[in-house]
């Protein structure tokens, strides 16, 4: 049973910065497509950053360069460093990971690929 524990949200002033991560366990976590993504109540899903079982990253317009997504096999972690950060950045994160053999695609921002999800961690930027 896939398991996936965030943690490191929080609150920080705009132009801040947090790194979170994401405690993975029950599968071969390297082969895993795994994401990190955003949602505010009321308001539509939206993917920030996303990785393949090759290290490839994906990212949302709105985040590149300011936020980094990077794995830890060893640890069995998955992080996002976000840097520079915006009022509008304010919500809940949620970790995600993909079940092989399958894979997100060009629209993998929907996330509608990921079939294993964590419970959240709350990031407020405040101005």
């Known amino acids: 049973q896939v398991q996936l524990v965030e943690s490191g949200g929080g609150s920080v002033q705009a132009g801040g910065s947090l790194r979170l991560s994401c405690a993975a366990s029950?599968?071969?976590?390297?082969?895993?497509?795994m994401g990190w993504f955003r949602q505010a109540p009321g308001k539509e899903r939206e993917g920030v950053a996303a990785t393949d079982s090759d290290g490839r990253r994906r990212y949302a317009d709105s985040v590149k360069v300011r936020f980094a997504i990077f794995k830890d096999n060893a640890e069995n972690t998955l992080y996002l460093q976000m840097n520079s950060l915006k009022v509008e950045a304010t919500d809940m994160y949620y970790c995600?990971?993909?079940?092989?053999?399958?894979?997100?695609?060009?629209?993998?921002?929907?996330?509608?690929?990921?079939?294993?999800w964590g419970q959240g961690t709350q990031v407020t930027v405040s101005s």
């Open positions: 029950g599968y071969t976590y390297s082969r895993y497509y």
């Open positions: 995600a990971a993909v079940t092989p053999p399958s894979r997100p695609g060009d629209n993998w921002y929907k996330g509608n690929e990921y079939n294993n």
